[in-house]
């Protein structure tokens, strides 16, 4: 449990700090945040609060999808918000070009490896990225759901008036694929009584493989990692026990 909750916050932390290299970069924002800066001009709120603001509203999307909440769910609400907030109090605003591209760049692959992380864990994931793992859990693609959430969200933060700019652009293409890539490999992977006792044997946590199923795919750590979120909000109520 100790490295479950090491993933999650500093997933959470590094979340935070990813958004904050992009904000501090200023060549467009990410998806999420272009809809966050915009709500934030249009309120007057300071921007680490709608970011806990939205969070909250998205969790009301998790009803149809029969996503339940969970420790990661919670402590992403809050967070991401303060992380970010005491990330730009600390961080410069570059002037030369190649060093806000460096911010930008650093930003965006730290986003990923932090989403990996605090989804890895299995302790639920967060209201936004609640959304993609519920939806990648009934078989869509990880790169295609989150794709088409960023572009939606994008479109309705550019109405409100945030800040769209190559950033965003190089965001939305890379986050998606950046997921699909991160978050088997920070998984907490269940172990079976297969796995634990017949290291090498190929066959179920119940026994050997039956005749004429050698073809069934076998779960894989993305598998994992998506039934430990979706539909359940921990990895404690996954099928088989998360390796602490």
């Known amino acids: ?26 060549l467009g924002l990410d998806s999420w945040d272009v809809l966050h ?70 930003g965006i692959v730290a986003n990923g490896v932090a989403t990996g992380l605090y989804i890895g864990a299995g302790l639920g994931p967060g209201p936004r990225d609640g959304l993609m793992t519920a939806l990648a859990a009934r078989g869509h693609s990880i790169r295609v759901v989150r794709t088409s959430i960023e572009l939606t969200v994008l479109g309705a933060g550019w109405l409100l008036g945030g800040s769209v700019g190559v950033g965003t652009v190089a965001y939305a293409l890379a986050i998606g694929p950046l997921a699909h890539y991160f978050i088997p490999r920070f998984a907490e992977r269940p172990m079976t009584s297969a796995s634990a006792g017949n290291s090498g044997r190929t066959g179920s946590a119940s026994g050997p493989a039956a005749p004429g199923n050698g073809s069934r795919r076998q779960p894989n750590r993305t598998d994992y990692a998506l039934r430990s979120t979706a539909g359940t909000g921990t990895a404690g109520r996954s099928s088989c026990p998360a390796r602490a």
Request: proline share 5%; aromatic share 6%; hydrophobic share 60%.
């Open 1 to 26: 449990m100790s490295s479950r909750l090491l993933k999650l916050y500093g997933g959470l932390v590094l979340f935070g700090v990813s958004m904050a290299l992009m904000l501090r970069a200023r």
């Open 37 to 106: 800066q915009g709500i934030s001009q249009r309120s007057g709120l300071a921007f680490g609060w709608v970011v806990i603001a939205v969070g909250a509203l998205v969790l009301l999307l998790w009803v149809p999808l029969r996503q339940r909440p969970g420790l990661g769910t919670v402590s992403n609400v809050i967070v991401v918000g303060l992380a970010v907030d005491v990330a730009l109090d600390v961080l410069p605003a570059p002037a030369p070009m190649g060093a806000r591209v460096a911010f930008l760049a650093v």
